[in-house]
């Protein structure tokens, strides 16, 4: 079993900038992807950006040059470093693992983004 606990959401306004953290605790024999995903109101949720245990990082399209996800592996920890924020960044940011063989979901973090 893994337990996510996120923290770094809040209320920002348009063009500032949030750092989340989400740290993995619990039995597990290691951690391949960690990645955050958001839903905003009346929408699917998305993926906004992965990182494998190598490094390797995958963004969504809307926020590449303004995110950058990293991770700790030491302290099974993912980050994601929000620039420039834009209202429609407003949502619930969700943590997500892979500890092969299940997958997790932290209990999400709001982000809201005033213009």
């Known amino acids: 079993q893994v337990q996510l606990v996120e923290s770094g959401g809040g209320l920002v306004q348009a063009g500032g900038s949030l750092r989340l953290s989400c740290a993995a605790s619990g039995t597990f024999f290691n951690i391949n992807v960690m990645a955050w995903y958001r839903q905003a109101p009346g929408k699917q949720r998305e993926l906004v950006a992965a990182?494998?245990?190598?490094?390797?990082?995958n963004y969504a399209d809307s926020v590449k040059g303004r995110f950058t996800i990293s991770r700790d592996n030491a302290k099974n920890t993912v980050y994601l470093q929000m620039n420039s924020l834009k209202p429609e960044d407003t949502a619930v940011y969700y943590c997500h693992v892979f500890a092969p063989p299940d997958l997790y979901w932290g209990q999400g973090t709001q982000v809201t983004v005033s213009s």
């Open positions: 990182i494998t245990n190598s490094g390797s990082t």
